[in-house]
């Protein structure tokens, strides 16, 4: 079973970068299909970025061009590069994965979770 770990988030201001970073422990990722998604207080979770074993990526509209997604086999870590920060991106954020994914960014596809890391913008 694959064990998700997230780290790097904090509070910024707008404008401003942070790296979130997702170790992945007692699998092998290069052959998972990895994601980010985001839940913000009274609001469904969200698909952010996904990157397949091909390393094809999907962001969705918000994030595209601010936000980038990159996978590490060799270190089991998943990395999502955040730019230009907004506070409608304040949200815990969340990595998963699972075995294959259509690049749909649907969260019903993703069976391992991990437990979150908390990103705050303010204005």
């Known amino acids: 079973q694959v064990q998700l770990v997230e780290s790097g988030g904090g509070s910024v201001q707008a404008g401003g970068s942070l790296t979130l970073s997702c170790a992945a422990s007692?699998?092998?990722?290069?052959?998972?299909?990895m994601g980010w998604f985001r839940q913000a207080p009274g609001k469904e979770r969200e698909g952010v970025a996904t990157?397949?074993?091909?390393?094809?990526?999907k962001y969705r509209d918000s994030v595209m061009g601010r936000f980038t997604i990159s996978k590490s086999n060799a270190k089991s870590t998943l990395y999502l590069q955040m730019n230009s920060l907004q506070p409608e991106d304040t949200a815990m954020y969340y990595c998963?994965?699972?075995?294959?994914?259509?690049?749909?960014?649907?969260?019903?596809?993703?069976?391992?979770w991990g437990q979150g890391t908390q990103v705050t913008v303010s204005s």
């Open positions: 007692r699998y092998d990722v290069t052959y998972l299909c």
């Open positions: 990157i397949d074993a091909l390393d094809t990526t």
């Open positions: 998963a994965a699972t075995n294959a994914c259509s690049r749909s960014l649907s969260r019903d596809e993703f069976v391992y």
